[in-house]
């Protein structure tokens, strides 16, 4: 299981490291005329995608990618109005896809910003690059908080419907046996018997409210 799970990161981490490369080569390109253009095709697709199929978390997190770095190198790279999207896009990524994704994104935008750097810049600039590192530590944070609450909701789910089917059981038998009292009714005894299943099945009922009440929807 740890290897499947450390494989789909190391293949989500080299596509999203593309995916943020080819915006970097963006500008380079004639195509950085249609940058609107591109810009909106990419919403249109994902919002489609989410409307009518079933958009997978890696490519609503492709097209996130691609849309923000394309808007920042497009205006200005580290000195964009817009470089600040980089932080939600980290957060968000955290929490799409797997949290050491917002470490890769921070490591190879950090990286690629320096590459791609203007000379003579003045240091000014790389404040915001740098900031992106002391960023990604509450990225991770949330991230993994993020899984750790998915992974406590899903074990309350399983644990409360494993209760049910439990209970369910047991209301079951009670039932059999009131049935069966009925059917052989004699006296005193089966009266008996009735009785102390109505009232275990009082008492299973009153657990099943409690658990409504303590597991709300």
């Known amino acids: 299981m740890y290897i499947y799970n450390m494989t789909y990161e190391i293949v989500h981490s080299l596509i999203m490291v593309t995916a943020i490369a080819v915006t970097f080569l963006f500008p380079k390109t004639p195509l950085v005329q249609y940058d609107l253009q591109i810009i909106a095709g990419l919403f249109i697709i ?30 200005g790279g580290a000195a964009s109005p817009f470089f600040f999207l980089i932080y939600f896009l980290m957060f968000s990524l955290s929490l799409i896809l797997e949290p050491v994704i917002s470490i890769v994104t921070t490591l190879a935008s950090v990286i690629f910003f320096l590459i791609f750097l203007p ?34 909701k899903n074990k309350n789910q399983n644990l409360q419907r494993d209760t049910f089917l439990f209970h369910s059981l047991i209301l079951k038998n009670h039932l059999k046996n009131i049935k069966n009292s009925l059917e052989n009714f004699m006296g005193d005894h089966e009266l008996s018997e009735i009785k102390n299943s109505t009232s275990e099945i009082e008492k299973l009922m009153e657990k099943f409210d409690d658990l409504e009440s303590n597991n709300p929807q």
Request: no cysteine.
């Open 119 to 152: 000379q003579q810049q003045s240091i000014n600039s790389l404040l915001p690059i740098f900031a992106l590192v002391f960023m990604t530590p509450f990225a991770l944070y949330m991230g993994k908080e993020h899984i750790k609450n998915d992974m406590l």
């Open 46 to 75: 994902l919002f489609a995608g989410k409307k009518f199929l079933n958009l997978s978390r890696l490519l609503e997190s492709i097209i996130f990618t691609l849309v923000i770095f394309i808007i920042i190198n497009t205006t």
